[in-house]
Each structure stands twice: as C-alpha cells, then as structure tokens.
C-alpha cells in the first residue's frame, strides 16, 4: 500500500523568506503522480502544483517549485518570496496513474508567515 | 471555484440520526471522490463512483454508503451518527486526462452532538 509522510507538523517563515516543506512516500509503482495542496483557513483545498513521475525535470508554478527525488522517493516544496497568504496547511499527496486511483494524502504541515 | 458544489455547508445534528450530503462535480467529470478529515486522522479516503458504478472503497464505516445517480451527482449517508463523526467531507471529481488532478468542493462542516 501507498504512504505519504509529512514529518514536519508545523514549519513558520518570515515574510519574503524562503521555506521547504518535506514529503516522502512509499509506493512500488513505477508511474504516478504527485501534488501539494493547500488548505487556507477558509477551508478549500487549492491545488498549489503536480509532478509526473515520468518527468525528470521539477514542476515550478511561480513563487512555488519542488525538488522531486524519484530514486529517494521524496517531494518537498519551495515557496520562495512567501507571502502573509501563503498561511495555511499544505498537503502532500500521491495518485497512482488509474483512473480509479485516489489520492493518498499526508497528514500536513501547518505553515504560519509571520510579517 | 473549481466547479465542484457540495452542500450543505454546515449541519449540527444529535447522534443516532442520518444526514445525507450531496455533491455535483465539474461538468464532463464521471469520477465523484469522498474524503473525511478530521483533526486527528487528516484527510480520509472515503470512496470512489465512476459513472454510477462504485470503482474503490476505503475508509467508510458500514454505517456510511454512497451513490451516484445518473445525473453523476452522488450522496453520501451517515447513519446512527455518533460524536467521532464529527469531521468536514470533501467532495472531489476529476482524476482522470493526463494530469490526475482532483478538483475540490468547499466541503460539508457535520458537527454530532
């Protein structure tokens, strides 16, 4: 079975610094797919950027980018710049490629950018 | 608004009662997802309807059950409700094309008293 871990509960950053949010997982597919969510206190759960396996080169969505470690089995998040809205709980999470797979979330790490 | 609609919104209710929370997903979606997330279990993997036909089945209690309707809207019903079933559901669709992305509601507050 698939497992996604989030080792860090909760992480803070100034405004404007740099953080990295830490994800692993243990599959023994050789394709999938990899997210990082966010969940802001108004509770939606926003999509933040994907990664293919297949693909070697890392996503980058803006301020937003990851260092995707196949081999290592490891997805962390960059937020570079970060902003007083980029507070909220992140989330890992893992799909294999079938349509009826679900996604396999970790458990979050609460973010806080402090002014 | 990723096109998803859940409701309803909030819902305070007594144990040992059934509530019934519904979703739409994204036009075009076939795929309808449940997830519970509570405080202490974060987010749940409930179970999976693809066009009407139940594909994948995790975490629900024999008390929960789901469908989805030829329209692709899906219920999902909580019955004899106890406290620990105090949790927000999330309804997703998607996961199919090329980018498995899952497009969430803004989810079902159900508080048990």
């Known amino acids: 079975a698939q497992t996604v871990t989030q080792s860090q509960p909760e992480m803070s950053v100034q405004e404007a610094e740099t953080v990295t949010l830490s994800c692993t997982y243990d599959?023994?597919?050789?394709?999938?797919?990899l997210f990082w969510y966010k969940q802001p206190p108004s509770r939606q759960m926003i999509l933040v950027i994907r990664?293919?396996?297949?693909?070697?080169q890392n996503a980058t969505e803006n301020r937003f980018s990851v260092n995707f470690q196949k081999a290592a089995k490891s997805f962390s998040l960059k937020i570079s710049d970060s902003q007083l809205g980029d507070t909220a709980m992140y989330f890992c999470?893992?799909?294999?490629?079938?349509?009826?797979?679900?996604?396999?979330f970790g458990k979050g790490t609460k973010l806080s950018v402090k002014p | 608004d990723s096109g998803v609609t859940q409701t309803p919104k909030h819902l305070i209710t007594a144990t040992g009662q059934r509530v019934t929370l519904r979703c739409s997903p994204r036009?075009?979606?076939?795929?309808v997802y449940w997830y519970q997330q509570s405080l202490d279990q974060g987010l749940q993997f409930l179970i999976q309807?693809?066009?009407?036909?139940?594909?994948a089945k995790g975490n629900i209690l024999e008390r929960f059950s789901a469908q989805q309707f030829p329209d692709l809207h899906s219920e999902l019903n909580l019955s004899s409700l106890e406290l620990g079933d105090s949790a927000l559901y999330f309804c997703?669709?998607?996961?199919?094309?090329?980018?498995?992305?899952?497009?969430f509601g803004e989810g079902s507050r159900l508080t048990v008293l």
């Open positions: 990664q293919e396996a297949y693909k070697q």
């Open positions: 997703a669709s998607g996961g199919g094309g090329g980018t498995g992305e899952l497009f």
């Open positions: 309807y693809y066009n009407g036909e139940e594909r």
């Open positions: 036009s075009g979606d076939l795929s």
């Open positions: 599959t023994s597919e050789s394709n999938y797919y």
């Open positions: 999470a893992f799909k294999p490629p079938r349509s009826q797979g679900n996604l396999i």
